[in-house]
């Protein structure tokens, strides 16, 4: 059945860029924002946190982004994460992800699926991960963890840790591994996002398979594919970012 809803050009007006202030570290930058948006009650939201790296390996995964591109420009994105806001803070926060480095202590991959609890301040290094973005998305963020146990012990509805395999090889350029856009498999943090939230009942990037899912996908949704959600009478997105990393690609801008 075809979507009922089309790309707008005028972006989402609830997603504003908010500027980075000198010497500001990413939480204090995720602090204004959550303290922007006003929500009384934040934990009856729940946040995806997209940040962009500088790294070989940020390169290797925001150039193959770009195919999800009309300018083919690379992505401004390395990954997409799940904010668990503690309620006492930024500082007690964690994020939950799948992250192509697996760590080598804990549940073996397979039993988690590859899905890591991190410190949130792992991202808080600016002068690295200099691109960030906040999503909010009204689903209270207990209904969309609630959905965790089931993905991580569901490998046959998503195997993450295949896309792991297949994005690690290709980021090192092992066996000529094609770009994994081109066969549909996504980036596995975003595909894990997508699961969770359509457990949740919102659909997180309307049209496009789970498996398939990526930071970038997850960024034009938020800003151009709003209107989904007031046609189908829900609360569109709302966040903040910043990005003033990119490669320096003059053409086509």
């Not at 699926?113 to 207990?142: C, H, M, T, Y």
């Not at 993450?160 to 090889?169: M, N, P, S």
């Not at 569109?236 to 910043?242: I, T």
Request: proline share 6%; with cysteine.
């Amino acid at each position: 059945m075809a979507m009922k809803f089309t790309p707008v050009s005028v972006s989402n007006p609830a997603f504003v860029k908010q500027k980075r202030r000198a010497a500001q570290g990413n939480l204090d930058w995720l602090s204004r924002a959550l303290a922007d948006f006003g929500d009384k009650e934040p934990l009856n939201l729940s946040y995806i946190l997209l940040v962009g790296g500088n790294d070989t390996l940020s390169w290797r995964l925001r150039t193959a982004q770009s195919h999800l591109r009309f300018d083919l420009l690379p992505s401004y994105w390395t990954s997409a994460v799940l904010l668990k806001l503690h309620k006492q803070g930024l500082e007690k926060s964690t994020v939950i992800h799948v992250p192509l480095i697996q760590p080598g202590e804990g549940l073996f991959a397979t039993e988690r699926n590859g899905v890591v609890e991190s410190r949130l301040a792992d991202f808080d290094d600016a002068g690295v991960w200099k691109n960030i973005a906040l999503i909010a998305l009204p689903v209270p963020q207990k209904d969309v963890l609630a959905q965790l146990e089931q993905f991580e012990r569901g490998r046959g509805y998503v195997d993450a840790l295949e896309h792991v395999l297949r994005w690690l090889a290709f980021a090192w350029g092992v066996a000529r591994t094609p770009n994994p856009i081109h066969d549909g498999i996504g980036l596995p943090s975003a595909c894990m996002l997508e699961a969770l939230f359509a457990a949740a009942g919102m659909d997180i990037t309307p049209g496009l398979e789970t498996r398939a899912s990526s930071p970038e996908a997850i960024w034009a949704t938020a800003l151009y594919w709003y209107n989904y959600y007031e046609i189908n009478q829900r609360t569109p997105p709302k966040g903040r970012f910043f990005t003033p990393h990119d490669y320096d690609i003059t053409d086509g801008k």
